[in-house]
Nanobody, 120 residues
Framework: EVQLVESGGGLVQSGGSLRLSCAAS????????IAWFRQAPGKEREGVAC????????YYQDPAKGRFAISRDNARNTVSLQMDSLKPEDTAVYYC?????????????WGQGIQVTVSS
């Protein structure tokens, strides 16, 4: 059974930092790109950042550029999202997803999501 488990969410003040982690099991981890998505109340899920299977390329959506950094450790089957300079508009449920082959392909597996709340 494939599992993606997010951790590291919580409540932080505006301008603060959080580091999210996604731990994967049950799949050949370095066959998959891993991405972070988020969904705020009343809004559609949106992409945040993605790292390709061998960590040679990373991709960021505009809200994350310059503030967030995605990284992966294939030896530990984990992907992290370092989020700095957080803003209230970053408040959302954050999900990690795994896409076979690469970023931008269909996401085959999802985590259950974790809440991030940024207070003003």
């Amino acid at each position: 059974e494939v599992q993606l488990v997010e951790s590291g969410g919580g409540l932080v003040q505006s301008g603060g930092s959080l580091r999210l982690s996604c731990a994967a099991s049950g799949l050949i981890f370095d066959d998959y790109a891993i991405a972070w998505f988020r969904q705020a109340p009343g809004k559609e899920r949106e992409g945040v950042a993605c790292v390709d299977p061998n960590a040679s390329d990373t991709y960021y959506q505009d809200p994350a550029k310059g503030r967030f950094a995605i990284s992966r450790d294939n030896a530990r089957n984990t992907v992290s999202l370092q989020m700095d300079s957080l803003k209230p508009e970053d408040t959302a449920v954050y999900y990690c997803g795994a896409a076979y082959i690469g970023c931008g392909y269909e996401y085959n597996y999802w985590g259950q999501g974790i809440q991030v709340t940024v207070s003003s």
